[in-house]
């Protein structure tokens, strides 16, 4: 399970090198079709499904004995699927598979969930908990006043440089995103959207014409990108930084990925030195100590 159509769509994707060796047959379930298409989807046999909580409900709801066949369930970004928009869905998934179903939880920020949860650490992964996305460098820190009280005169400078792949530019609210892509549009910035409520298409095609590189930088809303990847993303801008350091983290996960390079900068208020002071600790903690280890002393 995965809590949007986009990252359903990358997972079944990725399944596909496996299908051709193992002869593994997989089926998409996810929002934004109709019902009529996600029943032609899965007819015949199949071992994977990829699906979103809700398009799995009505599944469940209009062939109860679809949930009694699955061993495993598997929660993708699990701290998003675990918080209270998407818990009741998924206690409710979780309560119709039979009792000896395998459960397994993946996400890279969540915390330990229980006693018997393990962490995996995977080389070269995206952002390993508690260090910050290997092979990102130091990001870039600028005072978001900028000139006259103003961020966007900053901002231009920065777009002025250029980098290999794109540009994600991340802000916290759908007015800030909105305002930020006009302000770009009549800079003469091309870009694209992608926010949690446009419609579906729309979110779609723009989401295509940025991974196509048709139109970078692109602005994006933070809580869309969740585990999405995007291979050509040389730069993330946080225009707008982000409240908790799970988000700083999938924003910044966007970039230097799979061993790749890539380029943070942070636009910072005093409002986020709660947020800098914690990301201090966290790049401290995973550098490893200079100093030279003390040595007992000869009698």
Not at 32 to 52: D, H, I
Not at 122 to 146: F, V
Not at 148 to 165: H, I, S, T
Request: hydrophobic content about 35%.
């Amino acid at each position: 399970m995965v809590p949007t159509r986009e990252l359903g769509e990358q997972v079944a994707k990725a399944f596909k090198p496996f299908t051709h060796t193992t002869r593994l047959r997989v089926r998409a379930l996810l929002g934004g079709t109709t019902m009529e298409v996600a029943k032609r989807s899965l007819q015949g046999a199949f071992e994977v499904l990829v699906a979103t909580p809700g398009r799995l409900i009505k599944m469940m709801d209009a062939d109860s004995s679809r949930s009694a066949m699955f061993r495993t369930l598997v929660l993708d970004e699990a701290d998003q699927m675990l918080d209270h928009g998407f818990l009741p869905d998924v206690r409710r998934i979780v309560k119709e598979c039979p009792a000896e179903r395998q459960l397994a939880m993946f996400s890279a920020t969540v915390p330990l969930l229980s006693r018997s949860s393990l962490r995996i650490s995977l080389p070269g992964g995206s952002h390993p908990q508690p260090r910050e996305p290997p092979g990102c460098p130091d990001p870039q820190h600028h005072p978001a006043n900028g000139r006259g009280g103003k961020r966007f005169p900053l901002l231009e400078q920065l777009l002025g440089k250029k980098v290999e792949g794109g540009t994600i530019l991340f802000t916290n609210t759908r007015e800030q995103c909105d305002k930020l892509a006009d302000e770009l549009v009549k800079a003469g910035w091309p870009c694209v959207i992608y926010r949690g409520d446009m419609d579906k298409t729309e979110r779609r095609r723009n989401l295509k014409m940025f991974r196509e590189g048709g139109s970078p930088p692109s602005d994006l809303y933070r809580s869309c990108l969740r585990g999405l990847d995007v291979e050509h993303v040389g730069r993330v801008i946080n225009y707008h930084m982000p409240q908790q350091m799970e988000n700083y983290l999938h924003r910044v996960g966007r970039t230097a990925r799979a061993g790749r390079s890539g380029l943070v900068v942070n636009f910072v208020t005093e409002r986020d030195v709660p947020l800098m002071r914690k990301l201090d600790d966290v790049r401290s903690s995973s550098k490893p100590s200079l100093a030279p280890k003390p040595t007992k002393a000869k009698r």
